[in-house]
């Protein structure tokens, strides 16, 4: 299973843009990129996911290298509530199987 | 508002109980996962379903089994617990084509076995 690398903490100050990288360098073409956070007692929420192109919700931008063995979460004005884990993880479009690590992920620190 | 919900925020139960975790969710996703997390672990998938009475392994099932009877509900039962069965269960649940899909998640449990 293709897996991914992540800093293990990260710290922004508020209104200030972060970007949150993640290496997956043995990434395969159908794997999917998805990007999900885990806020303090709460069970993880989706971000958002792509496969090639970069991707915008209104949460965050999704940024993947032209090569797709990096990816960058790009959270445009950070807030005190985006104090989370965030995990970057991949899922392949193969199968519907749910066989995806989550792992350690990103803690970041928002600074008023 | 979209929801899956779990019975228990907390659960303290004995070496060699009998534990049932529940899971419902509201959306009619065909997809439904348990997670346990542990600290330096990550998450890690220990069975999902794609249908109503189907179940797969993920990568961690030994030990638990699970029950699908209704599309919205999926079970978690440990057999007998155990100590090192202590942790964060997680339940989700997604539409078919999870890959290219979110998934949603409970608050989850925290069980302490003593």
């Known amino acids: 299973d293709a897996k991914t690398t992540q800093p293990n903490s990260m710290e922004s100050n508020e209104e200030e843009p972060v970007h949150l990288p993640c290496n997956h360098s043995t990434i395969s073409g159908t794997d999917y990129i998805h990007w999900y956070r885990q806020l303090p007692s709460q069970g993880p929420e989706y971000v958002i996911h792509?496969?090639?192109s970069n991707v915008n919700n209104r949460m965050a931008s999704l940024a993947i290298a032209e090569d797709r063995k990096s990816s960058t979460l790009i959270l445009h004005r950070a807030t005190l509530r985006d104090a989370a884990v965030y995990y970057c993880?991949?899922?392949?479009?193969?199968?519907?199987?749910?066989?995806?690590?989550f792992g350690d992920g990103t803690t970041l620190t928002v600074k008023p | 508002d979209v929801k899956v919900t779990q019975s228990s925020r907390y659960l303290v139960k004995r070496t060699g109980e009998k534990v049932f975790l529940e899971c419902v969710q509201d959306m009619d996703h065909e997809n439904m996962f348990w997670y346990r997390q542990d600290p330096g672990l990550g998450l890690r998938l220990i069975y999902f379903s794609y249908d109503v009475k189907m179940k797969e392994k993920g990568d961690i099932p030994e030990g638990y089994s699970v029950s699908r009877e209704k599309k919205e509900r999926f079970s978690l039962i440990l057999e007998s617990a155990s100590t090192n069965q202590t942790s964060m269960y997680l339940c989700?649940?997604?539409?078919?084509?999870?890959?290219?899909?979110?998934?949603?998640f409970g608050p989850g449990t925290r069980l302490t076995v003593l």
């Open positions: 993880i991949l899922r392949d479009g193969n199968t519907n199987a749910g066989k995806s690590t």
């Open positions: 792509g496969l090639t």
């Open positions: 989700a649940s997604s539409l078919l084509g999870f890959v290219d899909n979110e998934q949603f």
